[in-house]
């Protein structure tokens, strides 16, 4: 069974008792836990013994008051999946137990280019509280290894970048996004769409597809590869594209011509619902 | 003796090996090392068997190319120095050590409110390079406790409020400015001063004194006490003001009727060398 801790205080302690040789592996989460989230502690329990889960709904990562007032949240179910799936530590601070010089905090994590771009033009603020937030982790935690599913990629990427920028002495790990039978990606906000919705959330992962085969069949150029993932979604009447993108996997770098790994990435309302997806491929 | 250290895996390796039941302490500095530094050094040594003396030249927080270049280096010195007043390592990387991602970095932490006024108004980007290294030798020292000059009164502000907003677990200690008998405090650029602009510069700390002599005469008013100050500096034939200001002491802010702990802090060129100081009082 997993510890339910909701203090930094009881969290310290509880991680000082804890067994140190082979670290500690982190697995931060908004809560609404699902199978993705599961991959991911499962993934963490792996490599070690202690496995830190941490449901948080971080107001600072919410651009839209709306969408985090309507976040879900389960905190006896999440602990159980979450013990279920291996966790030793759930950790699940009040907003003012994580941010106790108010929120937002006045000091933060500026994620720099790469927080304006994609998701961070989408959704401003965003990527900045994300930083922030797991920076807080990360120095609460002191893991050895921090989880993180690439269904959120630029996320992963920010990450990543943070910790190489900040010198945090954590691996980042990312693992592969976790898929309903007909291709939709796990996301705790799928709950929302309307039966005919989720019948047509699929079509981002058809998009990226598209995106992938004309890869495939010999396609570089940036603009022909985001076409055919656009008019992929465009043909759905329930979906509305936001973004269809190709960039360079290793920093969302934007060029003309595409060569070797290549992140395939889309963002559409389906309904009211926004939801995003992305897939890697070799160019 | 201290051991010199110059990447990030020899020092990890060596804090590894250390005696960890006091904890670390860390003095951060830019080398050029004086008696300022060395008070925060024995300050550390008081508190932990283990001190590390970081000796850095940050690019990241010099907002001209000129001072960057002209700023004293005597790395043998400083280790000396830092050992004799009880540093057990020195870490002294080199830019590209401290920057594996290059430096300017892409993800960097932001001040905030604090790094705009005052020194962050006369030195764009300053405190937000050191918020970003100060960040970054937390992440790899892991200390205890920190160590600050008061002298850089607005820098021990941003890294306490750092710390706070980024639950950082490091204790923030600072330390009183070191004077010469003449009042001016201790500053690697003095030694930029001529005979001359040195005999003019304790005209800061006069400044300061006579607004510490007003606030305890009863004045309040943040504008009286600003041309108390300003005053004293304009009277300098060699001395040019950037700033005289009166602050709430602990967070800076500028309110216009001044009550409880108060900072004075001037900024001032005495020939072509920048200078500050600050004075605690009570209001």
Redesign the interface.
């Known amino acids: 069974m997993a510890e339910l801790v909701r203090t930094?205080r009881e969290l310290?302690r509880l991680l000082g008792a804890a067994p140190r040789d082979q670290g500690v592996g982190l697995v931060p989460t908004m809560g609404a836990l699902h199978a993705g989230h599961l991959a991911l502690v499962a993934a963490a329990r792996a490599q070690q013994e202690v496995v830190v889960c941490s449901i948080f709904v971080n107001p600072l990562q919410f651009d839209d008051p709306d969408d985090l007032a309507r976040y879900p949240v389960d905190l006896d179910g999440d602990v159980a999946k979450a013990a279920g799936a291996g966790a030793t530590i759930c950790f699940a601070p009040s907003v003012d137990e994580?941010?106790?010089?108010g929120c937002p905090?006045?000091?933060?994590?500026?994620?720099?280019?790469?927080g304006d771009v994609l998701e961070g033009a989408a959704r401003p603020g965003h990527l900045?509280g994300v930083?922030?937030v797991v920076?807080?982790l990360f120095?609460?935690v002191?893991p050895t290894r921090a989880y993180f599913g690439e269904k959120d990629y630029q996320q992963l990427v920010?990450v990543r970048?943070?910790a190489?920028?900040?010198?945090?002495?954590v691996e980042v790990v990312g693992c592969p996004t976790v898929r309903e039978p007909d291709g939709l990606a796990l996301s705790s906000r799928n709950v929302r769409l309307s039966p005919a919705e989720r019948r047509a959330a699929p079509v981002l992962y058809r998009a990226l597809q598209a995106g992938a085969a004309a890869a495939e069949a010999g396609e570089r150029r940036r603009c022909e590869l985001e076409a055919a993932m656009a008019a992929v979604v465009g043909a759905e009447p329930l979906a509305r594209l936001e973004y269809a993108a190709a960039r360079l996997e290793a920093d969302l770098e934007e060029v003309d011509t595409l060569e070797g790994r290549v992140r395939l990435l889309v963002a559409a309302r389906v309904g009211s619902t926004r939801l995003i997806d992305n897939l890697g491929v070799a160019c």
Chains 1, 2 share one sequence.
């Open positions: 930094r310290s994580l941010y106790p010089g905090p006045q000091v933060s994590v500026d994620p720099g280019p790469l900045r930083a922030t920076a807080k120095a609460l002191a920010v970048r943070m190489l920028d900040l010198s945090l002495p």
